[in-house]
Each structure stands twice: as structure tokens, then as C-alpha cells.
């Protein structure tokens, strides 16, 4: 596999990260997870922008030019002859001394690497299950993409433990939250609803796009606080992240979804649309 790294595209053995890089000293770095179609990535600019937004809010001086990361991209799907892959940019806030002093540190590492995508989802949809770790409203940790992915990580090895594919976690005031990597989505009487951007939420890329292709459908779409109770009384509900696109959700808590335990009618229409979006962009 080949990676680029620090500016150049050097195979995966090759790539050095110092024991003094805050990234992996104290978890001081952001990452984004993309898909490609036909060698282009979907929505990258938005990608580069959330990764921008992020860092602002980590304080950090600079981050390299979009240019810079669309060329690596390119340059990583080009040289693993991965034309439709999933796409992991990483940067972390770069060596620096061995105290928690960010100022300390110079360039930022880059590492962008592309790997096959993961295996199509079974027709019968996935099983969420609520687990018991909740996002924290007073965190801004939750609104962005950093490398402190471990409450992410406990709330995905909860879910697994109890056979299900995937966590859904409350936000601190006890609501609806999102998945361990992915928002959430419900359908209720013909609506279409989603915890709103202050519920504890990363606000996702494939989340935005979904909303305005429900929205151009005639579907009414609700950005706003969720019980869990309306989970559990919902027709359908669906997940959304980058590499899995549209992922419908058949049980929750050990119970079907709706009425039968199917992906839904609206759920496999969005899954449609997004997939011919994400084609012909
Ligand atoms: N929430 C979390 C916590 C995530 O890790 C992800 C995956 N990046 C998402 C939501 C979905 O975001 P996107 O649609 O931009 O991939």
C-alpha cells in the first residue's frame, strides 16, 4: 500500500511518526473519512472545510492549503490503482516537546491512505443498540473530527459486545445523539427527522446531503431534539456516514423497526438517490 506522507507518496513501511508527535502523545490531530467513485472523492471540499472548522476550534495556526490535500488524495488513488475506496486523511499538530504545550510543536503530520471498501451491507439492514456512554453537550470534542476517538470506540465495543453492528448514543440531557460513526435518522408518519446540530452531534457530510435530497423528494425534514422514545416508535430509521452511505437500521434494542424487520420504503429511496448523487459528482 502505498501512503502519502509529509509530502511525499512513499510505501506504508516507510512512514516514520515520532514518539514526540502530540498526535500520538496526547491525541492532538484530526481525521476525516471519505469515499471515492470512479477515482473522485465525494464532497472533498466539505471534508477539507469541516477539517478546517475543526481545527479552529483546536486553535490551531494553520492547516496545509486544500490544494495540498486534494492532490494527495488524488495522488493515493492514482498509485494503489483504487478508484473506489475508502479514503483516510489524518493530521496531527506535529512534533513538539513532551508536555502538553501545542505551542511547542512545528508542521503538522499528514497521512492520507486509501483501502478497498468495506463489504456491502446485508440486505436485512443493521441492529442498533443504545448504549450506555453518553455524548457530552459541553464538549466541543463532539462537534469535530479529532483523533480522541475513544468514547466513539467504547460506545462501538459496547454495541459489539451485545452482537449488535452499531452503537447509538444519548447526548448528556438524556436525547438522541448519533452512532459511533454515523448519524441517525428516523422516518415517522411520512416525516423525516434527525437530532439537530446542538444534540451532541458531528455534523456529517453525508447527513447535509441526504436532508436536501429528502427535501427535493417533497419530504418534510425535521433538524431537532429526539426522544428516545421516538426511536423505539419509529416507521424506519437509518444511519448516514461517508463510506457506508445510506445504512438501514432493521432493530433496535432487540426489536424490529416499524412493522416488519425490512429497510423501509423512504430509507431504500434515499439510499438510491445518495448513491446515484455521489456517482455523477
Ligand atoms: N458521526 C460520527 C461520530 C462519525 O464518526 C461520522 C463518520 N465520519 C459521522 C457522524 C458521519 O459523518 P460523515 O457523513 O461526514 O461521514
Same mark, same amino acid.
Given at each position: 500500500m502505498f501512503i502519502y506522507f509529509n509530502g511525499k507518496i512513499v510505501s506504508s513501511e516507510e512512514c516514520v511518526v515520532s514518539p514526540l508527535d502530540h498526535g500520538f502523545l496526547y491525541g492532538h490531530g484530526l481525521f476525516e473519512t471519505m469515499r471515492s467513485y470512479k477515482g473522485r472523492v465525494f464532497r472533498l471540499v466539505d471534508h477539507m472545510k469541516r477539517m478546517e472548522t475543526s481545527a479552529g476550534y483546536l486553535g490551531w495556526p494553520v492547516l496545509p492549503d486544500r490544494e495540498v490535500f486534494a492532490e494527495a488524495v488524488n495522488s493515493v488513488l492514482v498509485t494503489n490503482n483504487l478508484p473506489d475506496a475508502s479514503v483516510r486523511l489524518t493530521v496531527s499538530r506535529g512534533i513538539g516537546a513532551?508536555?502538553?504545550?501545542?505551542? $511547542?510543536?512545528?508542521?503538522? #503530520? %499528514?497521512?492520507?491512505?486509501? /483501502?478497498?471498501? &468495506?463489504?456491502?451491507?446485508?440486505?436485512?439492514?443493521? $441492529?442498533?443498540?443504545?448504549? $450506555?456512554?453518553r455524548r457530552n453537550l459541553s464538549s466541543p470534542l463532539v462537534k469535530i473530527k479529532s483523533a480522541n476517538y475513544l468514547d466513539n470506540m467504547l460506545a462501538r465495543a459496547e454495541?459489539?459486545?451485545?452482537?449488535?453492528? @452499531?452503537?447509538?448514543?444519548?447526548? #448528556?440531557?438524556?436525547?438522541?445523539? @448519533?452512532?459511533?460513526? /454515523?448519524?441517525?435518522? %428516523?422516518?415517522?408518519?411520512?416525516?423525516? %427527522? #434527525? &437530532?439537530?446540530? @446542538?444534540?451532541? %452531534?458531528?455534523?456529517?457530510i453525508t447527513r447535509n446531503a441526504v436532508i436536501l435530497l429528502a427535501q427535493a423528494a417533497g419530504i418534510t425534514v425535521e433538524e431537532r431534539k429526539v426522544n428516545p422514545e421516538e426511536l423505539a416508535e419509529a416507521d424506519e430509521i437509518f444511519l448516514t456516514s461517508s463510506i457506508m452511505e445510506v445504512i438501514p437500521v432493521t432493530v433496535l434494542d432487540g426489536r424490529p423497526v416499524g412493522h416488519a424487520p425490512v429497510p423501509g420504503e423512504t430509507t431504500l429511496m434515499l439510499a438510491q438517490s445518495y448513491r446515484k448523487l455521489a456517482e455523477s459528482e
Open positions: 513532551a508536555r502538553p504545550d501545542a505551542a $511547542s510543536c512545528g508542521q503538522p #503530520t %499528514i497521512a492520507v491512505y486509501a /483501502s478497498p471498501l &468495506p463489504k456491502p451491507l446485508p440486505a436485512a439492514g443493521w $441492529s442498533l443498540t443504545t448504549v $450506555s456512554l454495541a459489539k459486545k451485545r452482537g449488535a453492528h @452499531e452503537a447509538i448514543m444519548l447526548n #448528556t440531557d438524556g436525547l438522541v445523539a @448519533e452512532g459511533s460513526m /454515523s448519524n441517525i435518522f %428516523i422516518v415517522s408518519n411520512g416525516r423525516l %427527522i #434527525t &437530532p439537530d446540530g @446542538e444534540s451532541g %452531534i458531528l455534523l456529517g
